[in-house]
Nanobody, 125 residues
């Protein structure tokens, strides 16, 4: 089970840190991802982080502004979002994948087994 929190309303240029808490004793065996869905749009990949936290990948739209990290001892994954823009407004979801793709390509929703409930991020201009 995944529980995301940390969303809110901030002005453009501000920062937010999303957190996602996972239950269970095998958290470190899951590749973790962040996705978002803006009103009227499809859900899209934002970021992913591998099992140890040593590899993270990002959508081009957030690269250089967002950073994902994880703490396996606490069963937590984070998304630090800086230099926020109005177009970052969306519901953000964390997700966990038990799959092994043989690469670091975890941008597809179908790879993920578990999803959090989502947290709303609203950026005002």
């Amino acid at each position: 089970q995944l529980q995301a929190c940390g969303g809110g309303l901030v002005q453009a240029g501000g920062s937010l840190r999303l957190s996602c808490a996972a239950s269970g004793r095998t958290f470190s065996s899951y590749y973790m991802g962040w996705f978002r869905q803006a009103p009227g749009k499809e859900r899209e990949f934002v970021a992913s982080i591998n099992w140890t936290g040593g590899r993270d990948d990002y959508a081009d739209s957030v690269k250089g502004r967002f950073t994902s990290s994880r703490d396996n001892a606490k069963n937590m994954v984070y998304l630090q979002m800086n230099s926020l823009k109005p177009e970052d407004t969306a519901v953000y979801y964390c997700a966990a994948s038990s799959r092994y793709t043989g690469s670091f390509s975890y941008g597809g929703e179908a790879l993920y087994d578990y999803w959090g409930q989502g947290t709303q991020v609203t950026i005002s201009s």
